[in-house]
């Protein structure tokens, strides 16, 4: 257990290192972006702690159905708003599941998905996007979130989010980034 823990804060020390870049850094770069990604090593931990306990309370869902045409109507600022809506609502009610849940391993890693959207929405939220200075204002949801009592159903969606509208996004803004 005492190594569970080490290993939980040494990838929370590495996480804190790549969020703390600016954020256009984290758009003109693919690596960075998929190295902040967790997903995958939170699934291997869940699997390592047999995790496979229903959380104690639903966490809802985020948004991540992608029409591609429809999304790329929409200005950078709508996309931006789109997917910190869903990184919002996830992150609460994540937040709230984390101090009821029973097993240790599960709130380590409740903690750990909670410190990595916080992380995203630090960047979406002082990206800075046309004449906008980083503002992101109160958007609704693109969909009726579900729910679920299911870490690795949370995990899986969360990582669609991640693959999909955010990574769209950012490579919609690579065009802003200098050569090197």
């Not at 690795?152 to 803004?173: A, D, P, Q």
Request: with cysteine; hydrophobic share 40%; aromatic share 2%.
């Amino acid at each position: 257990m005492a190594l569970s823990r080490l290993l939980l804060l040494c990838m929370l020390v590495s996480e804190v290192r790549d969020a703390g870049t600016k954020p256009i850094d984290f758009v003109c770069s693919r690596s960075a972006r998929r190295a902040m990604n967790i997903v995958a090593e939170m699934q291997a931990a869940m699997n390592d702690c047999n995790s496979s306990t229903p959380l104690s309370t639903p966490v809802h869902l985020p948004c991540t159905e992608l029409h591609i045409a429809s999304w790329e109507r929409k200005s950078h600022q709508e996309r931006r708003e789109d997917i910190v809506a869903s990184l919002r609502l996830l992150v609460e009610t994540v937040t709230v599941a984390r101090p009821l849940s029973q097993a240790e391993c599960g709130l380590g890693l409740l903690q750990r998905l909670e410190h990595n959207i916080n992380s995203y929405l630090l960047i979406l939220t002082h990206l800075q996007l046309s004449d906008q200075q980083g503002s992101v204002e109160s958007a609704g949801l693109s969909c009726v979130p579900g729910s679920t009592l299911s870490l690795n159903t949370v995990l899986l969606n969360y990582n669609r989010l991640i693959t999909g509208k955010l990574e769209r996004l950012m490579i919609s803004l690579e065009s802003r980034c200098t050569p090197q």
